[in-house]
């Protein structure tokens, strides 16, 4: 293996290991004060794509050339991978009650099961997240597992395309809490579901509540990353195209364009950099426009796979 490859494969072997390793929760060991999560520390930017667009690795190449001229556009560095990008697999599940009662009130409970050459590489993932337009909404909203686990917290802003025009953006704010996978299988009770995460109890869910996979979607997630994206003081992040796929029907759900920056916080000065991370964004959206996907997420297609309707279109 070149020595580049090496560098490109432990980037991504340290980021997967990254939320389970980090750090550890337990409700003895937590206090209220400067914990991990309460405050904005990413921005993530998503533009949704039309997945008849995306069947073909050709076709991503097209789409980045169009992403380059954005860059070059706004005099933003960008920094490809040497040689053909990998392509990582990862199988992604969301459990919900059958009427929909987590996502319905901004709650989402998913698994990432990683893959390579077929085997799986790192312990599943289960992320439990609240995502809401309202950024005090979301601060005052704890997602930290009432277990003893490994486990991480997240507060993103995510940067999204406005969902009925091109070149317009929209926030929503979320807190995800990345775990471990705990030994559940296909289905559990919502009795389980409030022993991990105690925030559920705002529900008023009833004990015996089955939660199981959503709309019966596996979804097939095929991954790859094209460089690294900078905007300066120290605010750089990788660009990654995503395609989601039913593994039942092999069809294509939707695709996926975009990047994460991380700071410590928001400040004068780093939304100073954001602001030129989102005009880009904008300039981006341009750029590829009859590739766009408008007015959902990915997580909300998923909802709606087979005709189903929610009340939460985020």
């Known amino acids: 293996m070149s020595s580049d490859k090496k ?12 939320a389970a390793t980090e750090s550890s929760s337990s409700p003895a060991s937590r206090g209220d004060a400067g914990r991990e999560g309460d405050r904005v520390a990413y921005a993530e930017f998503k533009i949704l794509l039309r997945p008849e667009e995306m069947r073909r690795l050709q ?16 005099k933003v560095e960008f920094t490809p991978l040497p040689g053909d990008p990998p392509i990582r697999q990862r199988d992604i599940l969301f459990y919900d009650t059958p009427d929909f009662l987590l996502y319905e009130n901004h709650f989402i409970l998913r698994r990432r099961t990683h893959y390579q050459d077929g085997w799986t590489r790192t312990h599943d993932e289960l992320t ?19 277990i003893s686990v490994r486990s991480r917290v997240k507060f993103k802003r995510e940067i999204l395309p406005e969902t ?24 559990f009770s919502a009795a389980t579901a409030l022993e991990f995460f105690p925030v559920l109890a705002s529900l008023d869910v009833a004990h015996e509540t089955p939660i199981a996979l959503v709309n019966r979607v596996t979804v097939s997630e095929s991954l790859t990353e094209f460089g690294r994206i900078n905007f300066g003081h120290g605010m750089e992040g990788m660009v990654g ?6 593994s039942d029907s092999g069809g294509p759900i939707v695709a996926e ?58």
């Open 128 to 146: 439990f997240k609240f995502r809401h337009a309202d950024e005090g909404v979301v601060s005052g909203i704890d997602v930290h597992p009432g």
């Open 59 to 74: 076709q991503a190449h097209v789409l980045w050339q169009h992403v380059e001229q954005a860059a070059n556009q706004m």
């Open 241 to 246: 195209l995503a395609l989601w796929r039913d």
């Open 164 to 187: 009925t025009r091109v070149g317009a953006i929209r926030h929503i704010y979320a807190k995800n809490c990345i775990m471990d996978m705990p030994p559940l299988g296909e289905a």
């Open 7 to 18: 560098k490109h494969s432990h980037h991504h072997d340290h980021r997967e290991r990254e």
């Open 257 to 314: 364009l975009g990047f994460q920056l991380r700071f410590d916080a928001l400040s004068p000065a780093v939304e100073s950099t954001l602001a030129h991370a989102e005009e880009f964004f904008r300039v981006t959206q341009h750029c590829i426009a009859p590739w766009l996907y408008l007015g959902t997420t990915k997580t909300n297609l998923v909802y709606r796979h087979g005709g189903h309707e929610v009340g939460n279109r985020e």
